[in-house]
Nanobody, 126 residues
């Protein structure tokens, strides 16, 4: 199975940017649909973005559309999340998750992801 490790989180002021990375080991990441899912304190996990195995398809939650960009480099076994124009409400632990299922509308459903990283904290100050 695949192991996922997130990095790149931190503290940033509102309006700033961060780039998160999700590095995979154990199996080639290129066979998985990959998502970024976030969880704010006291709230349920929330889908943020997803990308298909080859990278030709992406999906975003309305709350991040136009500000976040998901991408992948399968040669490096890594998926990225570029986050711009950050807002305090983006504060959360961000998780990388992988699914062996083909791309479809379920890509936005957090329950379909089988493999999860440990998360990286993103804090946006006002």
């Amino acid at each position: 199975q695949v192991q996922l490790v997130e990095s790149g989180g931190g503290l940033v002021q509102a309006g700033g940017s961060l780039r998160l990375s999700c590095a995979a080991s154990g199996r080639p990441l290129g066979v998985y649909t990959v998502a970024w899912v976030r969880q704010a304190p006291g709230k349920e996990r929330e889908f943020a973005a997803a990308i298909s195995d080859g990278g030709s398809n992406t999906a975003y939650a309305d709350s991040v559309k136009g500000r976040f960009t998901i991408s992948r480099d399968n040669a490096k076994n890594t998926v990225y999340l570029q986050m711009n124009s950050l807002k305090p409400e983006d504060t959360a632990v961000y998780y990388c998750a992988a699914s062996p299922r083909s791309w479809g509308v379920s890509a936005m459903v957090t329950g379909q992801y089988d493999y999860w990283g440990q998360g990286t904290q993103v804090t946006v100050s006002s």
